[in-house]
């Protein structure tokens, strides 16, 4: 089935220790899309990639680092957690072009002591 | 600034009775609106959406409203079942074309036998 895949699924790192988080996909959508939800919060989108063109939300904190190798992978590098990081991080994929719904992964929750 | 909302953190409704989810908005630039449904554990999946060229959309037991001068649509589960029982997001975007969503806080619902 095609589908979108986190690993891992549950992150815990200690403070300032950088952490990556990963997403795959079988879709071959050209835009993947990372966003951080906290508890009882909305999902906040943090950065997106169409093909491999980066787009950096306003608000995301330099902190957060992105990249992107080939259609399939994309990595979310976190290179100083601090305990506000922790969170869930959702991938999501779409097919621009297509007036459609992005397709979610099943999210990392991050845990920062 | 939170330009989508879901003011009902919770609804609980009885096993096959009417199930409605309420979302507010407040930038009149979006034109299209979705619904996603999470279940513990997993990503939000799509489950129906709404162009604002449309004020109606039915896909079998779930119908969604579309009020755009009071900038509100609203998603009805008819007959509601314990599987739907999750928390449900509101989400809106732009231009429509596999885009940023911007999302709501979430209603979870619960299903009652």
């Known amino acids: 089935d095609a589908m979108v895949i986190q690993n891992p699924r549950y992150q815990v790192t200690q403070f300032g220790k950088p952490v990556t988080l990963s997403c795959s996909q079988t879709?071959?959508?050209?835009?993947m899309y990372w966003y951080q939800q906290k508890s009882s919060q909305a999902p906040k989108l943090l950065f997106h990639?169409?093909?491999?063109?980066?787009?950096n939300e306003a608000d995301t904190p330099d902190n957060f680092q992105s990249r992107r190798p080939n259609t399939s992978f994309c990595f979310l590098d976190i290179r100083s957690p601090g305990l506000g990081d922790a969170a869930m991080y959702l991938c999501?994929?779409?097919?621009?072009?297509?007036?459609?719904?992005?397709?979610f992964g099943p999210g990392t929750r991050l845990t920062v002591l | 600034d939170q330009q989508v909302k879901q003011n009902s953190p919770s609804l609980s409704v009885q096993e096959g009775r009417i199930s409605i989810l309420n979302c507010d908005y407040t930038?009149?630039?979006?034109?299209?609106f979705l619904w996603y449904k999470k279940y513990p554990a997993e990503g939000p999946t799509f489950l129906i959406s709404?162009?604002?060229?449309?004020d109606k959309n039915e896909d079998g037991r779930f119908t969604v409203f579309l009020n755009k001068s009071a900038k509100h649509l609203s998603l009805h589960i008819v007959p509601s079942q314990p599987g739907d029982s999750a928390v449900y997001f509101c989400?809106?975007?732009?231009?429509?074309?596999?885009?940023?969503?911007?999302f709501g806080t979430g209603t979870r619902l619960q299903v009652t036998l």
């Open positions: 999501a994929t779409a097919r621009q072009g297509v007036r459609n719904e992005q397709f």
């Open positions: 879709l071959n959508h050209n835009v």
């Open positions: 990639y169409y093909d491999k063109d980066f787009n």
């Open positions: 930038n009149s630039m979006f034109d299209y």
């Open positions: 709404i162009s604002s060229i449309k």
């Open positions: 989400a809106a975007t732009v231009d429509g074309t596999a885009s940023k969503l911007t």
